[in-house]
T-cell receptor
Framework: GENVEQHPSTLSVQEGDSAVIKCTYSDSASNYFPWYKQELGKRPQLIIDIRSNVGEKKDQRIAVTLNKTAKHFSLHITETQPEDSAVYFCAAIRGGGSYIPTFGRGTSLIVHP | GAGVSQSPSNKVTEKGKDVELRCDPISGHTALYWYRQRLGQGLEFLIYFQGNSAPDKSGLPSDRFSAERTGESVSTLTIQRTQQEDSAVYLC??????????????FGDGTRLSIL
């Protein structure tokens, strides 16, 4: 089955710095890669996603890159703000068969003001 | 509805009791997922419905766990003879379609289950 590794588990940055979270996956048939943000005690919310026919996608301060050959994808947050503090989860979903997302273990991002 | 709705939001029960958790997906969403999230941990897949059939039950931890779904609407997750290790937040998510590599999942607020 699919295996998703996510690093780092904890990331601490100063306000205004950039943050990068990386995920690798094992199943080359995975073709959809969403990222979720979960604030303390809240539901996970989709913040950005990318499909395997695209290498990069950007939405304001958030971007995701995908390297299909290397089977890794990354979340980039620029000009971080304290409200970006949360746990971020990556996921990989295999198309054409089981549609179950495999989630990474999460990254706790702390942005210090 | 406007979003995925789960009830109850909190449930405290004694060990050995049965509990039933409910999920109301977004109207028109054919795919529905149940996850378990222990404190400080990631999302553990439990079961997935496409319509009212469950093609994948592989994540259910034991035969004490079961789930059903009526048509393309409400789903219930039942845990029988609860144990303390069942304490967790149970999250439900729905998406428009599972085919084609998956649609984006919309999560409910979860049910926080505490077993005494």
């Amino acid at each position: 089955g699919e295996n998703v590794e996510q690093h780092p588990s904890t990331l601490s940055v100063q306000e205004g710095d950039s943050a990068v979270i990386k995920c690798t996956y094992s199943d080359s048939a995975s073709n959809y890669f969403p990222w979720y943000k979960q604030e303390l005690g809240k539901r996970p919310q989709l913040i950005i996603d990318i499909r395997s026919n695209v290498g990069e996608k950007k939405d304001q301060r958030i971007a995701v890159t995908l390297n299909k050959t290397a089977k890794h994808f990354s979340l980039h947050i620029t000009e971080t703000q304290p409200e970006d503090s949360a746990v971020y989860f990556c996921a990989a979903i295999r198309g054409g068969g089981s549609y179950i997302p495999t989630f990474g273990r999460g990254t706790s991002l702390i942005v210090h003001p | 509805g406007a979003g995925v709705s789960q009830s109850p939001s909190n449930k405290v029960t004694e060990k050995g009791k049965d509990v039933e958790l409910r999920c109301d997906p977004i109207s028109g969403h054919t795919a529905l997922y149940w996850y378990r999230q222990r404190l400080g941990q990631g999302l553990e897949f439990l079961i997935y419905f496409q319509g009212n059939s469950a093609p994948d039950k592989s994540g259910l931890p034991s035969d004490r766990f079961s789930a059903e779904r009526t048509g393309e609407s409400v789903s219930t997750l039942t845990i029988q003879r609860t144990q303390q290790e069942d304490s967790a937040v149970y999250l439900c998510a729905s998406s428009l379609a599972a085919r084609g590599g998956g649609g984006s999942q919309h999560f409910g607020d979860g049910t926080r289950l505490s077993i005494l």
